[in-house]
């Protein structure tokens, strides 16, 4: 920095942004690039997207905060790297590492441009050290919200797996619940049963609980809701399976199914579906 305070690594940057790029490259390959992975044609570009990035980024004077507007399209094209290189079979630390190979070539820049002044060179370096930390960071940051991201994906495709809505003939659908049920899986049922009945043209629905041990409130709750959404669509619904403790847990709970009709079994409930249509 000079006596007033004024980083000067704007200009140099964009003056000597052939020079920086030149040199980066050369130290990557130097380093030993996974050729296997990435060819150096498309390494070169990627560079230069990079440095063209940052360098503008630069041009803010905004060396503290890579969170602000000024730093979005540095951001946006790490998540973009990140992404692209995941997919190549790159691991999280190799995109890292190729953001932190900058601070080589922007080194031996600064101490050619400040070889009288080392006060201003050791400061100068510490604000673009500090930055492509920040940066190697922010890509470790991107990959772990992206795995995050895949995981919640499989989740909810497990979910909806989970609650399968089955036709068993002309105007019968099923949905035969098992398991704890949560109120997310059941908000994921009701969706799928929902637009199901749209779809076909459902006249009736069974709703098998054989293989739900026990049912608690909030479930309880939201089951009712279900049964009122699939009348509120014109179809009639019918319970069957009901257990033991799920039948204590309704009378204990005060749920009130009022012209639902319950089946002890999913073959009993199917019989008087069939019915109700040819009638």
């Known amino acids: 920095m000079n006596l007033s305070g004024m980083s000067r690594l704007p200009l140099i940057l964009r003056t000597y942004s052939s020079d920086i790029l030149h040199d980066w490259f050369r130290d990557q390959m130097a380093a030993g690039v996974r050729t296997d992975l990435i060819n150096e044609t498309d390494l070169r570009e990627e560079s230069r997207e990079f440095l063209e990035s940052f360098i503008q980024a630069i041009q803010s004077g905004n060396f503290y905060d890579i969170h602000t507007s000024e730093w979005r399209g540095v951001r946006n094209l790490i998540a973009a790297m990140t992404q692209q290189r995941e997919q190549r079979g790159f691991a999280p630390p ?69 609650t399968p809505v089955v036709k068993l003939g002309a105007g019968i659908l099923c949905l035969p619940l098992m398991g704890s049920l949560e109120q997310t899986r059941l908000q994921i049922a009701m969706d799928a049963l929902l637009q199901a009945i749209e779809t076909h043209r459902a006249a009736t629905v069974i709703i098998d609980l054989a293989g739900v041990p026990n049912l608690e409130a909030v479930p309880a709750q939201h089951l009712l809701k279900t049964i009122t959404a ?40 199917l019989t008087l579906a069939v019915q109700r249509l040819e009638n």
Do not use: H
């Open 230 to 269: 699939v009348r509120f669509m014109g179809a009639e619904c019918i319970l069957s399976g009901i257990r033991p403790p799920v039948a204590q847990a309704m009378v204990y709970l005060g749920m009130d199914l009022g012209p639902i009709v319950t089946k002890a079994t999913l073959a009993d409930a």
């Open 94 to 162: 190799e995109t890292a590492l190729f953001v932190l190979s900058l601070k080589q070539p922007l080194l031996a820049l600064l101490q050619q441009e400040f070889a009288d002044d080392p006060n201003t060179l050791l400061a100068e370096f510490s604000l673009l050290s500090t930055l492509l930390d920040k940066l190697g960071l922010w890509t470790m940051e991107v990959y772990q919200k992206s795995q995050e991201e895949i995981m919640l994906r499989q989740q909810q495709e497990l979910l909806e797996l989970s």
